[in-house]
């Protein structure tokens, strides 16, 4: 039988005197997706720092296809295939859009693997291709998230988490960005998708899991989650 991809087991997680998770059970199985959805400040970026090893649990496991790994670093963590592409832009803002990516590639691939590796991310996001010489600072807040993305798709990891990819994008650039996830599952990485735009991340996935107050609230399959989301979301927010 197949270990999953990602497991994480009960566990708890914060920052200093905050708790931030508690008893948070995951499993994402290769090749599938799963949508970790809930209102802003219920946790879901702390599950995916735990989920990359950005953050070392308090309590509970984490398991990357069948191997402990918690309180490893996070190489360890992209060592087994586990790629996070963070909430936000994380460009080198003074490099070009080329030398970002090369920096990136380099690491990952060696000197000899980085033309192809920029073939590769060109050709998933045409418009970086137009903006090589660019300075990243210099892009649109969307190309800036299409560069963070493409240094990671690239890669074809067994695991990307996904952490609000849509986040201040324009529709059309957010149906892009879901196209190259959907890509990307077609080729077999799994995912791990934390969204708000629910419908999106349900469209994409296989599973849903709904995350309150740093638990698991329920989960279950996508056909359900969208009203079982909005509901919590009133509650958390206070909304009659």
């Known amino acids: 039988?197949?270990?999953?991809?990602?497991?994480?087991?009960?566990?708890?997680?914060?920052?200093?005197?905050?708790?931030?998770?508690?008893?948070?059970?995951?499993?994402?199985?290769?090749?599938?997706?799963?949508?970790?959805?809930?209102?802003?400040?219920?946790?879901?970026?702390?599950?995916?720092?735990?989920?990359?090893?950005?953050?070392?649990?308090?309590?509970?496991a984490v398991l990357v296809d069948g191997e402990d790994l918690t309180g490893a670093p996070p190489y360890r963590f992209a060592e087994a295939g586990i790629a996070h592409a963070v909430e936000g832009s994380s460009v080198f803002a003074s490099?070009?859009?080329?030398?970002?990516?090369?920096?990136?590639?380099?690491?990952?691939?060696?000197?000899?693997?980085?033309?192809?590796?920029?073939?590769?991310?060109?050709?998933?996001?045409?418009?970086?291709?137009?903006?090589?010489?660019?300075?990243?600072?210099?892009?649109?807040?969307?190309?800036?998230?299409?560069?963070?993305?493409?240094r990671v798709l690239v890669e074809s990891p067994a695991l990307l988490i996904a952490d609000e990819l849509s986040l201040g994008l324009a529709p059309l650039v957010v149906d892009m960005v879901y196209a190259q996830l959907a890509k990307l599952r077609e080729a077999g990485t799994a995912l791990l998708i934390i969204e708000q735009q629910v419908s999106h991340a349900l469209d994409l996935c296989d599973h849903a899991v709904l995350l309150d107050h740093g638990a698991i609230a329920w989960e279950g399959p996508p056909a359900e989650a969208a009203d079982r989301v909005a509901t919590r979301i009133f509650q958390h927010d206070g909304t009659p």
């Open 95 to 150: 490099l070009s859009v080329e030398d970002n990516l090369r920096l990136s590639f380099r690491r990952r691939f060696g000197a000899s693997g980085v033309a192809g590796a920029l073939d590769s991310a060109y050709e998933q996001f045409p418009v970086l291709g137009r903006r090589r010489t660019q300075l990243a600072g210099q892009l649109s807040g969307g190309e800036q998230r299409m560069l963070s993305m493409a």
């Open 1 to 60: 039988m197949t270990a999953p991809i990602l497991e994480l087991h009960e566990v708890s997680a914060g920052y200093g005197p905050f708790h931030a998770l508690f008893d948070v059970s995951l499993v994402v199985e290769p090749g599938k997706a799963v949508a970790l959805l809930g209102a802003n400040g219920v946790g879901k970026t702390t599950v995916a720092r735990v989920a990359s090893g950005l953050i070392r649990p308090e309590l509970g």
